[in-house]
């Protein structure tokens, strides 16, 4: 074969796919070898060859009638709790053993009607709780990237773990992820890759399983922008089976990528400055402040006052949701249903949900339980919603001075094993530069914008107004192209 | 004021009464899902992929069970609020697939109206509604199919339901009852509920409590899903009974569930306030708040049809009808609907005015076929005799062509087999003799064949004149015009 074609993006295989250069079934079989030679990585969790190919044969099918789409014989993974008809679809939960929905969610029905090519399904931290991926019941995700001259691993961030994994590690084109808090953008940055979360509404959550139905979204993880652009274009959509996405038009998000920031107006968060935070972290986020200026915008300084409340505002609401979300894994339509000896519905409740939960997603159901309780509800979950709205007025106001705003993705590198995961609220600051985004329901990318002081790769965070992707992949545009971030991690795995 | 007391060792008690109706709305599908609602389905043949809590799926509203409610708000003369919102009611059970039913808690869709109850001889009572709000129905739970397992069917699992909620306003079994039919009078005019209690589809919590007449309110016990009106009644007498016995002993009331059972004639406690679920409310972040406009509820208002007070006013005052009968007429929308008919079909062809053949064919009605129909054990929907038929029959009597007598028989042929009145007294040979000769020709025959009883009538028998006419009816086969017998009959036995 002339190149490695899982090297190619998916913009450049689009078109090379169209002029015949190689066939999809040539593409997505070298991806079917990547993922089987990405076992160590343990992105995968279930492998779909079978139908990868079908649906690459019935691409080319397509191309040689030149009716091509976006995403036509592309090779995309899908994170595991994005239902997909006929095969495993458990978000990483030992309580959804065995499930396979009759359905399909409509984020990825759009991808396959776009032609995409399904690899199987990605590795998460369970219920898309977590932030290192070390939740899931399948086991943890491994970085591609090791720190250099190093062969210790690494967490490749959470809860897209596989979907970030798969992407870096050249098993997959793209991705599918869902970001609740940050769970697309902090391992985006952990691995070098480009994630975009979306405004709230613009993807369908029609068969995603529900983690915080008022925050999640479901978006793409790419390896640049511009397939990040292409695949979100496929993804999104008005749906009337979702009561929460709205309907406006899809823009040409490939088109906002002009490359042309000149004039427009960049905030800087001044709470986003964090005491304690790695010099290397203030240092990337300096260094994009002066590529925004050199690309000809303005940088202001801004004010989001009520910053520092979104990770106690964010542990409530999440929580909350997720309680009530979780009430139906209860042993009796599907899944795990362990009951004891001559036990009663009490006694199934108890052990089904005692054997088929984690900790990390019984100790989140707790809290929910808790901040909803009577006498507890005004003094958390309605105090936490006020707060809340006072967040997103902080980006209102902001947003009237300016057009998108920079700040770190994440306050460190990617980490070692087990280094927070015994320590809920250090693996809950991972996410104080992607939260209060999410609770505002606006948009967010993360940028590869370097590399750590020992080799692992940072990233940068573009928030937008609300519908405003356009503006978000235009910036994040001149970002990739300032950084020229052209570091790949070593092929340890293969 | 109802004068209803529950008599104790130490003096006379009041019983307060709230109730809360579920009543399922009549829709095409169900409240967040597409599945269809119709009754007595194969277990689980109606049950949506939301109905069931797939992982992943999303209520969507109905719009036409919105649309149903508001209907019913309006009916009622109830606040309708344009922005309400729909929240979860978290519990577990194994007929809820969700964890959580979605109800609407802070913000109901519909506020405060009046249900306006007929106590019988002309008396009213305003009773209150707090509120209506729409929610799911769970599924149903078997636990009588198989020695070990519950069976769960989820057919009802999502129905639209409105919950009606009284203020604490009632007196009385009787009002209670008077409350409950008017409800059920008032939802099946306008057609969102079909009221039919025995199959579930209207069921009633019953809060109950007594006090001394003046006190403040007592505490009070819930007496979940009673499923008809006679139960609601007795379930009220038994519990504010039990109350009474057990304030008398010195004991207080705990605030509680309980359960009514129809064959021992008592309430029993489900679950006390200690056991009470917390059911952690919020409002369920996959649905927008509910809200509408103006011309939504403008739609909703002219679509319904005229309700059974304005109704019942209506047949008073301009048809001249009294209250029990025009109360009788109203309660069923069918009632009244093939009353109306009945009236302007016989008006029409008696060429009089509707309040001059009103009072007829009310008393044809209410006496008449009601007593047939409910001799024969049906309703008024599949009566054999439609109401033009009736209008037929009633005409034959107003032109004179047969008598109120005869028109009993053929009443009873046109039950029998639905013919037509006039076919009938056609092929019976029915028809009035209203023949001034040929009626004295038969008087003449009978006067002639009675001598002794002449003698006597003109000795001063004055009763035995009826003995005559009905010689007279009974040589016509009781065709004869009776008014023309009495007429020609006397002047000749006068002699």
């Known amino acids: 074969m002339m190149t490695d074609l899982t090297k190619l993006k998916i913009a450049d295989a689009r078109d090379l796919l169209k002029k015949g250069e190689f066939t999809s079934r040539e593409l997505t079989e070298a991806h079917i070898a990547a993922v089987e030679a990405s076992g160590t990585l343990n992105a995968y969790i279930e492998k779909t060859p079978d139908i990868a190919l079908a649906q690459a044969d019935a691409a080319d099918a397509v191309i040689r009638a030149g009716g091509s789409k976006s995403m036509t014989g592309i090779p995309v993974g899908i994170k595991d709790l994005f ?412 | 004021m109802s004068d209803y007391r529950i008599q104790g060792a130490k003096g006379d008690w009041e019983v307060v009464v709230g109730l809360e109706v579920h009543a399922q709305v009549i829709s095409n599908a169900k409240l967040f899902s597409g599945a269809s609602t119709e009754f007595g389905a194969e277990p689980n043949a109606q049950v949506s992929l939301v109905d069931a809590a797939m992982p992943g799926m999303l209520p969507t509203i109905n719009g036409e069970c919105v649309r149903q409610a508001v209907r019913t708000g309006l009916a009622l003369g109830a606040q309708i609020n344009k922005f309400s919102v729909f929240d979860r009611k978290n519990y577990f059970y194994a007929d809820l697939p969700q964890g959580y039913q979605i109800s609407q808690f802070k913000h109901p869709v519909v506020g405060e109206g009046i249900v306006l109850l007929d106590l019988g001889e002309g008396k009213t009572k305003e009773v209150g509604v707090e509120r209506i709000h729409l929610e799911q129905d769970a599924g149903k739970s078997m636990h009588d199919q198989h020695p070990q397992f519950t069976y769960v069917d989820l057919n009802r699992s999502g129905v639209a339901l409105m919950e009606i909620v009284s203020m604490p306003d009632m007196r009385s079994p009787d009002e209670a009852g008077a409350y409950l039919t008017k409800l059920r009078s008032i939802v099946r005019y306008i057609g969102s509920c079909d009221g039919n209690m025995e199959q579930g589809s209207m069921r009633a919590d019953v809060n109950v409590s007594v006090r001394k007449p003046g006190d403040e309110l007592g505490t009070r016990c819930e007496i979940k899903n009673v499923n008809s009106i006679r139960f609601v009644r007795q379930a009220i007498e038994v519990e504010a009974r039990r109350q009474v016995d057990i304030i008398e002993a010195g004991g207080t009331i705990d605030q509680e569930t309980r359960l009514f059972d129809p064959n021992k004639g008592e309430t029993r406690s489900m679950r006390s306030k200690e056991e009470a679920h917390d059911y952690r409310y919020f409002p369920d972040p996959d649905l927008l708040p509910l809200e509408f406009d103006d011309a939504f509820i403008e739609a909703a208002q002219d679509s319904l049809p005229e309700l059974p007070d304005v109704k019942k006013a209506r047949f008073m005052s301009a048809l001249g009808l009294n209250d029990y009968n025009a109360g009788v007429l109203v309660a069923e929308k069918e009632q009244a609907d093939y009353f109306e008919t009945l009236v302007a079909a016989l008006a029409k062809a008696a060429k009089k005015d509707e309040a001059a053949v009103a009072v007829k064919a009310s008393n044809w009605l209410t006496g008449d076929l009601f007593g047939a129909l409910n001799k024969a054990g049906k309703t008024i929907a599949n009566s054999p005799v439609t109401a033009e038929q009736g209008a037929d029959l009633l005409v034959l009597i107003e032109d004179g062509t047969i008598s109120g007598r005869i028109a009993k028989d053929v009443f009873e042929i046109m039950f029998e087999t639905g013919k037509d009145a006039a076919a009938i007294v056609e092929e019976k040979g029915l028809k009035q003799v209203s023949d001034t000769g040929a009626i004295e020709k038969i008087i003449d025959e009978v006067i002639a064949a009675n001598p002794g009883q002449l003698e006597q009538y003109r000795a001063g028998k004055d009763k035995l004149l009826g003995f005559f006419v009905g010689q007279v009816m009974k040589a016509t086969q009781g065709k004869a015009n009776p008014g023309m017998v009495n007429q020609l009959l006397k002047p000749k036995l006068d002699g």
């Not at chain 1, 773990?161 to 992407?167: D, E, I, K, L, M």
């Not at chain 1, 901040?371 to 105090?383: E, H, N, Q």
């Open chain 1, 83 to 494: 239902a997909t008809k006929g095969v495993h679809t458990q978000a990483c939960s030992h309580i959804l053993d065995g499930f396979k929905p009759e359905y399909e969610s409509s984020v990825t029905q759009n991808l396959w009607d776009d032609g995409a090519v399904m690899l199987g399904k990605l590795n998460m931290d369970e219920f898309a709780m977590g932030s290192s991926n070390e939740t899931s019941y399948y086991g943890a995700v491994k970085n591609p990237w090791r720190a250099e001259g190093s062969n210790n691993n690494y967490v490749p961030g959470g809860s897209s773990g596989g979907s970030v994994a798969s992407v870096a590690g050249y098993a997959a084109m793209g991705a599918t992820a869902s970001d609740t808090g940050g769970s697309i953008r902090q391992p985006a940055a952990f691995t070098g890759t480009f994630g975009m979360k979306p405004t709230y509404g613009r993807c369908s959550r029609y068969g995603m399983v529900a983690f915080a139905s008022s925050l999640d979204q479901a978006g793409p993880i790419t390896r640049d922008v511009r397939d990040g652009a292409i695949m979100l274009g496929s993804m999104a959509g008005y749906d009337v089976k979702d009561s929460t996405s709205v309907d406006i038009p899809v823009p040409n998000f490939e088109a906002a990528l002009t490359g042309d920031i000149r004039g427009m107006k960049i905030g800087i968060p001044q709470e986003y400055h964090l005491a304690g935070m790695p010099g290397e972290i203030e240092a990337l986020w300096h260094k994009g402040i002066e590529w925004m200026k050199a690309a000809g915008a303005e940088v202001v300084d801004i004010n989001l006052p009520h910053t520092r409340y979104a990770l106690p505002t964010y542990y409530i609401v999440a929580p909350a949701e997720a309680s009530s979300n979780l009430a139906r894994y209860d042993g009796v339509k599907y899944g795990l249903r362990n009951v004891p000896d001559g036990g009663n519905l009490d006694d199934m409740y108890y052990t089904t949900r005692g054997e088929g939960f984690g900790e990390e997603v019984k100790r989140r159901i707790m809290i929910g339980t808790y901040v909803l309780s009577a006498g507890y509800y005004d003094a958390y979950y309605l105090k936490a919603q006020k707060v809340r709205r006072l967040i997103a007025d902080d980006f209102k106001r902001a947003f009237e001075k300016v057009d998108a705003i920079l700040t770190p993705t994440a306050p460190s590198a990617a980490f070692a094993f087990g280094e927070k995961s015994n320590d809920p609220l250090a693996m809950y600051l991972n996410d104080v530069f992607t939260v209060p985004a999410s609770l505002a329901g606006l948009p967010g990318s993360s940028v590869p914008a370097g590399l750590s002081e020992n080799g692992l790769p940072l990233g940068l965070q573009v928030l937008g107004k609300a519908w405003d992707e356009e503006t978000v992949f235009r910036v994040s545009g001149v970002i990739e192209e300032a950084a020229a971030f052209s570091a790949q991690p070593e092929m340890w795995w293969r």
